[in-house]
């Protein structure tokens, strides 16, 4: 890249990159409004959490980033650009997605999945190259599956479906990854396992992170970053220790509660009141 | 950047490469099919080439189809039975192709081009030839041209929902019953003799294939199954869910369209030359699944020969082996493949099952 002394963009190059933002972002179903009016900015380098009662949106808003729903007014931009204008698989190689609800095709084997994370580096006639194997190689590796290459990913346990589908999107190379509640149908022990992977990919690999939770204590644990939605606006953005109130959790929960904090980490945790 | 792993890393592991694993055994396993397939579907073609009134040894018969040895023998080979033989071999081929790219684009193990509606437009576009009077010279162009019509049918109707698959299945279905009731409609109203060409178009019949015809349509179907290998990245990624190759930079909407037509364009071009053979687009693609493993280039080609061998095993049957005349050769395809199918699937004592995480 060229840079001129007086380029009109040093100030943004001061700023962290993988900037992803909504401007004045709608997202709709048919005609069923989900997300109204957003606009947000998630901080590059960092770990964001999307969290929300049912039906917010968070999962839209997800969908929305990624480009999978058009917007059906506002934008969406990484570091300042229209992800709609951006060639789709020069996106795909800033940033990668792991679905809510993948499809593992059957009898596909975990290396033969994690391989796939290198389409959009691909073209169509140039052969498996070296560098195609070494970032499938360090995805097996980061999450832990290069033991499992050779086993059919639907006949692994659900954590280990999950890592395999982790390393899926680790093999895109891509700086920014997003999550759509990657815990789901998890044990609380695959969870954890799962959350501190996203956590070193993040601490140990530099990849900015968002992802959707359902779990708020989980959210205000590893999050650098929270941003709660409402019905489908945004209700509060900032770091957990600040945005967790027990005032905000009553208003968009529904939840009477005090907030405490977590023993172990010193991040907010939410404790219901007791029924009386 | 430290190496960080969620379980404790194997000791030596690091960038290693696998040995010998599951995916290299399966490739020998499938190359050795491939060989097998190619070498039984040559000892085939002779075997139907030397085949008939005036019998040739199968050496002369293949020598004869490239225009060596007696000049009555290249006559009889390669202006009688030559076009016949290869027009079951590339209607195969191209059915089995079809079926095998759209039971995996539709997610659907049943589905086949009658699922699609393409079979039902091909003799749509057979029967109202037949019925206009005009030459018969014409019907493959004219079922080419029905399929192709079921297939923008399709097109309309499903690309409004943006391709999801379950629509595309029941929108084909619809498609197809209601071009089978237009064909049946045409039947029923036709004069006696004409309804029994119709018919028999209907039911499958390589009778009075031409070189030119051999020629148009095998060119397209190579091309076509061509377009079908270079794709094959594409289907993979497709294979992974709708959100998930949206995710890798692939637009699930536009690719699935494009692939659908290939595997109609195929299945069309197969009814042109042979009439809606059933059975082939089905159970080619189960057989291979079940004797190969998932779907690989590899397979594919092998899908591609096991279609042409069963087609052209088909029709020598129904030529020179059975002993009733006249009998459609879509239903030897399917006495002859469903018996294997079924040997298969009991072997291997389980349906293959889909899981959807």
Known sequence: MTTTTDAPDTSDAALPADRLAAHGLHLRYGDRTVVRGLDLELPGGAVTAIVGPNACGKSTLLRGLVRLLAPAAGAVTLDGADIHRMPARALARRMGLLPQQPVTPEAVTVEALVRLGRYPHQRMLTPWSAADQAAVEEALRRTGTDALRDRPVDQLSGGQRQRAWIALALAQDTDLLLLDEPTTFLDLRHQLDVLDLVTDLHRDAGRTVVMVLHDLGQAARYADHLVVLHDGELAAAGPPGEVLTAELVERVFQVPCRIVPDPETGTPLVVPLARR | ?357
């Open chain 2, 1 to 357: 950047m430290s190496p960080h792993t969620l379980t404790p890393a194997r000791p030596g592991a690091a960038g290693a490469v696998a040995g010998p694993g599951r995916l290299a055994r399966a490739r020998r396993r499938t190359l050795a099919l491939i060989a097998a397939a190619a070498v039984l579907l040559v000892l085939m073609t002779g075997v139907a080439l030397s085949t008939g009134q005036v019998s040739i040894p199968l050496p002369d018969a293949l020598g004869a189809l490239f225009g060596s040895g007696p000049a009555g023998d290249v006559l009889v080979v390669r202006e009688f039975r030559a076009p016949r033989v290869l027009s079951a071999l590339v209607a195969g081929a191209g059915l089995a192709v079809a079926g095998s790219l759209l039971q995996r684009l539709l997610r659907n193990p049943l589905a086949s081009p009658d699922v699609i509606g393409v079979t039902g437009g091909a003799s749509f576009g057979a029967v109202l030839l037949l019925a206009t009077g005009a030459s018969q010279a014409l019907t493959p162009l004219a079922a080419l041209g029905g399929g192709l019509l079921a297939a923008a049918l399709l097109g309309a109707f499903a690309w409004r929902s943006r391709m999801a698959v379950t629509r595309l299945v029941l929108v084909g279905l619809a498609v197809q019953a209601g071009l089978a009731a237009a064909v049946n409609l045409m039947i029923v109203r036709f004069p006696a003799e004409l309804a029994g060409q119709a018919l028999q178009w209907t039911t499958g019949s390589l009778y009075g294939r031409t070189w030119p015809e051999l020629w148009g349509a095998g060119g397209a179907v190579a091309a076509v199954t061509a377009a079908v290998f270079l794709a094959d990245r594409r289907v993979a990624v497709l294979d992974l869910g709708d959100d998930s190759a949206g995710g890798l930079g692939l637009d699930p909407h536009r690719t699935r369209l494009g692939l659908l037509l290939l595997a109609v364009v195929l299945a069309s071009l197969a009814a042109a030359l042979a009439g809606p053979v059933g059975f082939v687009a089905l159970a080619v693609p189960h057989l291979v699944r079940l004797l190969a493993g998932p779907p690989t280039p590899a397979t594919l080609a092998l899908t591609a020969l096991t279609g042409a061998l069963l087609l052209t095993a088909a029709d020598h049957l129904v030529l020179h082996v059975l002993p009733v005349h006249g009998l459609p050769v879509g239903a030897v395809t399917a006495t002859l493949g469903a018996p294997w199918l079924l040997v298969l699937m009991i072997r291997q004592g389980r349906l293959p099952q889909r899981s959807s995480r």
